[in-house]
């Protein structure tokens, strides 16, 4: 009984623990938003959803990128769209293009090309672009954008049932660092926190080696995608293989080889062309005297047409564009032929292939090595693309077999499972690329042979084209001790056309001035430097951060002698008492993990230019493994070296002048003086430290200006205060609705027959003329009013009516509650009776409880006989005494008395039996086996057993990344967590017929 009491509080103790401990499935849902220049896909992951694309209000699996900002009225989507062609000045959308430039951009002069209803502005201190209409309504495109993706996380929750905050974004390969950077600022504006931006060929690339993780194996794969969407064009090269590694073995990796883009070839600019088209063919109808083309509302209706067109030419040879009242309430009306669109789209068309030959030439392959290519985007659907893309690449045929619209967000929504706590994924290795090289830029002074000093303006490649990120570099500059600067710039961008380099924006990242290099080599006069090492960082984002500079030195400490047993315990007992320390000296710094040492430039250039890619990239891996981390990087001094290296070795090269050289070691040793050899004793008993000063470095950013943290902040306000104007629309809107609701529903109850029963004239004619006042207040004042006023006129209404509700309520759970009721005290009255038949030898409930269950009965018979006649001598029109919730109370008492009693009865033991005193016979009893058992009669509640199911201990993680077809995308995800058991049938279940 002790140990039986002890067990119970170990377990109470143990369910309080979990009770209190937080609840960490409540927001474990992850999301990602496939970022595209006109559209965007969401996708969300959370416990007992696989990956699953988020659907929109209207239901539908995209949504526009686009954003309706009136005077009080903010939409999004297909509302934004729709308000487009009535005030297109008020919508915005291809925000991408804006992203990370200047107000001098000639990407901005062709947004303001095809909107002309916009007005840009400069805003001075970054010299970007803002949105004005009004003096109030001012909007950069990075605060337009976080107030789109605010949206997506909104119908992620909405979808999703619950609070979801991080996020993987895609964005375009081609965006550069200041591309990046903006988006990163857009949804910190939003409150999201992004766990990654991935590059949009990546992501498909990702999805497709999801569902075909079987068929990846050593031998490598290549696949081309090519990727046509609203606003751009990418080709991509991805090589799919088999990779061992240390912490998962063998798993699958996808490696981005080689990347080609075109800017903006892609669906929106055949829309336009088409658009243009359509008013041609208007105005030459010379239905009206004006130029629809000036009208910008008639253009809108037109894009919006030309849309339709272009997909609808997709499928046909030929359709009747129309639209109603196009402009001075004239109809338009033409018929618009597939050739014609083609013809109007020649040279778009003939820049497919160019995207195809700088994938191959960036990735230095050719078309016999790429085994398929397979279309995704939208504008990959138009016949003509497809005709000239297999033309291009002299395939038999074009891979169609991924989803073009949703490929990238199933994809991006896998690495968000990968990178949150909250999933277990199957692990999928991701190389991904720099498209455009970084290099560093310094300048140093050099001494010329007739000893006079020159300025030498130096480059170190930091990242080369399509290197692979996420990637740590160290660049050394050896040949600094005082304050410097250096620049990180890109590198040579010559693959870019001329039209490309016009809309990169500048080439100069960043300027680092470093302060401190001076004091550290004076601090550490006696120590030998080792340069000072940039740590710098591209991240799974595609960012460059720099991480740190530092100034490393290194000095010889003397080692101490070996200690003895006892004095390592003592020493070790002291420190765990507090009498030592193991905390590392202040100036030592462990070295990063994961980092590459940038190699120095060869002596000369003429070397270096001789040399194919592929040489030069083996060349600089082997002398980047035998590179020492202390090695000087901005000067190369090869005879040096080997003089170094021959000195550290000790041997020439020559087997047998070194053999020669070993035997004369040999015979000096044996003469070796004892002098010698205390000193060759110091020698050994010296240990080299290594000590790193932090440099304190100012960063000068020179492509665009990063926002303030006061610019950061305005823009969440801003943003955080339309968010709220929204909600608290949304709340008006939702109590406008309640009110007239109540005013209409009740007004028609008062003339229904369980109403009119249980309501007196008087009262009545009071609500209804309520209700008759409430309802000519919201003709002429109720739409205007605030919210406040309305849900104080809707609980003026529902306390007028409360009384009579709650009379037909409890009218209505009468029968039902009075049957259970009488049913539960039959049930315990022959409970009882049964219950006093038990011999008094085998009886097994005492005499009290069985007279607390016949008092219980007793008075629970005479409260119903005696409510339920008082009630019926009442009004209908009066409170009722006879009330559910007694009635229940009444029930609820009954039942716990029974089952007490039941409980007892089923875990009582039989007493034991006398022994007989004659031995034969209890022996002959024992052989007959008919011993007499007592049965106590079960109440048809007692019969009845509750299955439990089993509790197990549940976990937030999920196992995502089953092997599955591609079709089936909900086996994806193996729920290891969340879910809960199912309840364990019993065994006697019938199976429901199917």
């Not at 080696?209 to 995608?225: E, H, L």
């Not at 790429?370 to 074009?398: D, N, S």
């Not at 040489?615 to 000087?632: C, I, L, M, S, W």
């Not at 209804?768 to 919210?787: F, I, V």
Request: proline share 4%; net charge negative; with cysteine.
């Amino acid at each position: 009984m002790v140990k039986m009491e002890k067990m119970m509080t170990v377990c109470a103790l143990m369910c309080l623990v979990l009770a209190l401990l937080p609840c960490h499935t409540a927001s474990v849902a992850v999301m990602s938003v496939d970022l595209g220049s006109e559209w965007m896909k969401i996708a969300i992951v959370k416990p007992g959803v696989p990956m699953e694309i988020a659907l929109n209000k209207e239901s539908r699996r995209k949504t526009p990128v686009a954003v309706c900002l009136k005077e009080n009225e903010r939409l999004f989507g297909d509302g934004a769209l729709g308000v487009s062609v009535k005030n297109p000045k008020f919508v915005y959308r291809h925000l991408q293009s804006l992203l990370g430039k200047k107000h001098d951009n000639l990407q901005v002069a062709l947004y303001q090309k095809r909107f002309p209803e916009h007005q840009l502005l400069k805003e001075e201190n970054r010299g970007t672009v803002y949105f004005k209409n009004l003096e109030e309504m001012q909007y950069t495109p990075e605060e337009l954008l976080g107030m789109v993706l605010n949206y997506s996380c909104s119908l992620a929750q909405d979808f999703a049932e619950q609070p979801i905050k991080d996020a993987v974004v895609t964005v375009p390969a081609f965006f550069n660092q200041a591309e990046r950077r903006a988006v990163l600022q857009a949804a910190q504006m939003a409150g999201l926190k992004v766990l990654q931006l991935i590059n949009d060929n990546t992501a498909v690339a990702l999805n497709y080696g999801v569902f075909r993780r079987k068929d990846i194996n050593s031998t490598a794969q290549n696949v081309m995608f090519f990727d046509m969407g609203s606003g751009s064009t990418v080709a991509t090269i991805v090589t799919y293989q088999t990779v061992k590694t240390k912490e998962a073995g063998v798993q699958p990796q996808l490696q981005i080889r080689g990347v080609g883009f075109d800017r903006s070839l892609g669906g929106f600019e055949m829309e336009l062309r088409l658009r243009d088209h359509l008013a041609k063919l208007f105005n030459e109808q010379k239905k009206s005297k004006k130029d629809v083309r000036e009208n910008h509302r008639a253009m809108a209706k037109l894009l919006k047409e030309a849309q339709r067109l272009k997909t609808v030419l997709s499928a046909n040879a030929e359709f009747m564009a129309q639209v109603e009242g196009l402009m001075d309430d004239i109809d338009f009306k033409s018929k618009v032929t597939r050739v014609e669109f083609e013809a109007l789209c020649t040279d778009l068309f003939e820049r497919v292939p160019h995207t195809v030959q700088e994938a191959l030439s960036s990735a230095e392959m050719s078309l016999d090595e790429i085994e398929q290519v397979i279309l995704v985007g939208g504008a990959t659907r138009v016949p003509k693309v497809q005709e000239v893309l297999l033309k291009a690449v002299g395939k038999e045929e074009l891979g169609k077999n991924i989803n073009a619209d949703e490929a990238a967000a199933m994809g991006a929504v896998y690495q968000a499972a990968a990178l949150s706590k909250a999933f277990k994924v199957k692990p999928f290795l991701v190389r991904d690329a720099a498209v455009f090289p970084i290099q560093v830029e310094f300048t140093r002074e050099s001494k010329e042979e007739d000893g006079s000093k020159s300025l030498k303006h130096n480059k170190r490649i930091l990242f080369q084209r399509m290197a692979p990120y996420p990637q740590r570099k160290v660049i050394t500059f050896n040949r600094y001790t005082d304050d410097f600067a250096f620049y990180i710039n890109y590198g040579d961008l010559s693959f870019l056309g001329q039209e490309d380099l016009s809309v990169f924006g500048a080439l100069n990242l960043t300027t680092v001035k470093l302060s401190g290099v001076g004091s550290s080599f004076h601090k550490h006069v006696d120590a030998e430097s080792k340069g000072i090492k940039a740590h710098f960082n591209m991240d799974e984002s595609g960012v460059l951060l720099l991480d740190r500079v530092e100034s490393v030195f290194e000095t010889i400490m003397e080692e101490k002698e070996e200690e003895s047993t006892l004095t390592k315990l003592g020493n070790t007992i002291s420190s765990l008492f507090g009498g030592g320390t193991s905390e590392p000296n202040a100036n030592m710094t462990e070295p990063v993990q994961d980092e590459e040492e940038v190699p120095p430039e060869p002596g000369k250039e003429q070397e270096e230019q001789g040399k194919t890619k592929e040489e030069a990239g083996q060349e600089e891996n082997q002398e980047v493994k035998r590179e020492a981390e202390d090695q000087p990087s901005d000067a190369l001094d090869t005879d040096k070296e080997k003089a170094e290296e021959h000195g550290a070795n000790g041997k020439s090269g020559d087997p047998q002048q070194d053999e020669k050289e070993g035997d004369k070691t040999e015979t000096k040793e044996e003469e070796k003086t004892a002098e010698e050899e205390a000193a060759e004793k110091k020698v050994k008993s010296q240990k080299k430290a290594k000590i790193s000063e932090e440099i304190t470095v100012e960063l000068l950013v020179n492509d665009i200006v990063n926002p303030t943290l006061d610019q950061i902040d305005t823009s969440k306000k801003k943003l955080q205060d339309l968010t709220d104007r929204d909600l608290e629309k949304h709340e008006r809107e939702k109590m406008l609705n309640s009110l007239q609701a109540f005013i209409f529903e009740t007004q028609d109850k008062l003339y229904q027959d369980e109403f009119q029963a249980v309501v007196s004239e008087e009262e009545k004619e009071e609500i209804s003329a309520k209700l008759s006042q409430a309802s000519e207040w919201m003709d002429e004042d109720g739409y205007s009013a605030a919210t406040k006023e309305l849900r104080e006129k809707l609980s003026e209404l529902k306390k007028l009516c409360k009384a009579m509700f709650f009379r037909v309520e409890e009218r209505r759970k009468w029968p039902d509650r009075l049957a259970a009721l009488e049913s539960m005290l039959n049930t315990s009255s022959y409970f009882l009776r049964s219950a006093k038949l038990i011999p008094e030898d085998d009886q097994i409930f005492s005499e009290v409880e069985l007279k607390t269950l016949e008092k219980v009965i007793n008075e629970t018979t005479t409260w119903k006989n005696d409510t339920v006649a008082e009630q019926d001598k009442r009004s209908p029109t009066e409170r009722p005494v006879l009330l559910s919730k007694d009635i229940e109370s009444k029930l609820a008492l009954l039942d716990r008395e029974v089952n007490y009693l039941l409980n007892k009865a089923k875990f009582a033991k039989p007493k034991a039996k006398p022994k007989p005193k004659n031995s034969t016979n209890s022996e002959g009893s024992k052989a007959n086996g008919t011993a007499e058992e007592k049965v106590i009669p079960q109440t048809e509640e007692s019969t009845k057993e509750s299955v439990v199911p089993p509790v197990e201990e549940t976990s937030t993680e999920e196992t995502i990344g089953q092997d599955a077809e591609p079709t089936i995308q909900s086996q994806i995800l193996d729920e290891t967590s969340t879910e809960t058991p199912e309840k364990k049938r019993p065994e006697n279940h019938i199976e429901d017929e199917l």
